[in-house]
Structure formats: C-alpha cells, structure tokens
C-alpha cells in the first residue's frame, strides 16, 4: 500500500501561525506534525509516499527531502492551483496505481492503519473499485462530512458539511481513507474535486462499494487546524502511543 499525505493547505483557521509556514509542519510534542505521519506510516509498513504541496512548499521538501531520513521514498506533487483533496490524487494517479492511503495533513493520530487495510481487505474482497473511510465522533457535525452506515458499515449516505438543521448524526470522516487505485478513475483530471463535496456522492451515486469503520475507543484523531485542536494534540502528544 502506497500514501498520499495532504500537506497544501494554508491553515488560516491558525492565523499567524500559517501566514508563512505550512499548517503540517507545526510542531506537536517538539516534532512536526508531518514526522508524526510519516512514522505513523512506516510503522504500518508504508514507505512510499506522495505529498501534495502548495503554501510555503519549500519548507516541506528541505526539511524531508527524498524521505530517506526517515526511512521512507517521499515524492511531491505540486499545485500551483489548489485541486482539492481528489484533485491532488487524480494528480498523482501514476504514481497512486494500487491500493493507497490517504492522510489529511492536519490529522494527528494513533488509528490502527494496519487493522484498518485488514477491515478494508475483507470487505472488499476481490473488489478493486471501492474505499472506506476511518470515522470518528465529533461535538461539532457542521463542520465535518457526516456519514451514516449500517450494522456492516456500508456507507448509506454522506453529506459534506450541512447547515445545523440537516444533522443527522455526530459520526464524521476521519480524514484517513483507504483507496482502491480504480476510484480515480471517477476523478476528472485537472479540475478542483474533492472526496468529500464531489467523490463520495459520486460513488454512492453510482452505487461503487463505500464503509466506514469507527474508530476504537482507544484510538484518537485530532484536527489540529483549530487552536482548540492544535493545543488538544499538543497535550496528547506527550503521553500518547500509537497502535501497532
């Protein structure tokens, strides 16, 4: 399994803090958060990750080079235009050509990735055309993508951020997922597409395999884009483990 790691947004929720440095790098425990993913990562056994970049992009690509630093194969994509989330993978499709992982740039997490591409793997089954998404509870269901599955976590429905009267549940994408390489197929090339707003509906849609897994209670994802998140990851960081 390959990576995607989505490091090109500018974090203006953080103010100053972003105005010239890349929301991903922003220290948690001491360490950017971006050398908490890739670790995250290799300990899951992926090496081979792309990043997508944008805002201050030079910082990324001197402090990590071609990854091997860290014992991993690092290329970069990058966007002078935004393209949105499935954009950037539509972008990197070369180098996306099987199953892949992707990581939204400002999650910090302990998510057992392993158990995750396991739970995946059997529901797919001999499927390659499918994705499922890491889901977590959240107090706050109008900024986030909610989802709705069932007993066996099919996805039913997904609605990208919708006004408070049309809540229907506190369960959210995660912001990690796992990809079969057929789904960008559905991705127009060269056009702002994101997973939430434009894939996911699209998959429902046409009726292509979509689950969601909760996360356990012993796993966290935090958004680190808000001061609020960024100051919970920085009280984590320093006793927390990852699963492996």
């Not at 609605?159 to 991705?187: H, M, W």
Request: net charge negative; proline share 6%.
């Amino acid at each position: 399994m390959k990576a995607l790691i989505l490091a090109a947004g500018k974090g203006t929720r953080l103010g100053e803090l972003t105005a010239d440095f890349p929301k991903p790098m922003l220290p948690v425990n001491g360490r950017p958060l971006l050398v908490h993913q890739v670790e995250w990562l290799r300990m899951h056994g992926v090496t081979q990750i792309a990043m997508n970049l944008h805002h201050a992009a030079e910082v990324i690509r001197d402090y990590f080079g071609d990854g091997s630093r860290f014992g991993v194969e690092i290329v970069y994509s990058y966007e002078p235009q935004l393209l949105g989330t499935a954009g950037a993978a539509k972008k990197l499709e070369w180098f996306l050509s099987k199953r892949f992982v992707v990581v939204y740039g400002d999650v910090f997490t302990n998510v057992n990735l392993s158990h995750l591409n396991a739970w995946h793997s059997a529901k797919m089954r001999d499927g390659d055309r499918g994705l499922t998404l890491s889901l977590y509870r959240v107090p706050n269901p109008t900024e986030c993508g909610l989802v709705d599955i069932d007993a066996q976590g099919v996805v039913r429905r997904f609605v990208e951020k919708p006004p408070a009267d049309q809540v229907f549940t506190d369960l959210a994408n995660a912001g990690i997922l796992i990809c079969e390489a057929r789904v960008l197929s559905r991705v127009p090339a060269e056009t702002v597409y994101d997973f939430g707003r434009d894939l996911l509906p699209d998959l429902l849609a046409a009726e292509w395999p979509v689950w969601g897994k909760p996360i356990t209670p012993d796993e966290y994802v935090i958004d680190i884009g808000t001061p609020s998140g960024y100051a919970r990851a920085q009280q984590l960081a320093a006793t927390a483990t990852l699963a492996v």
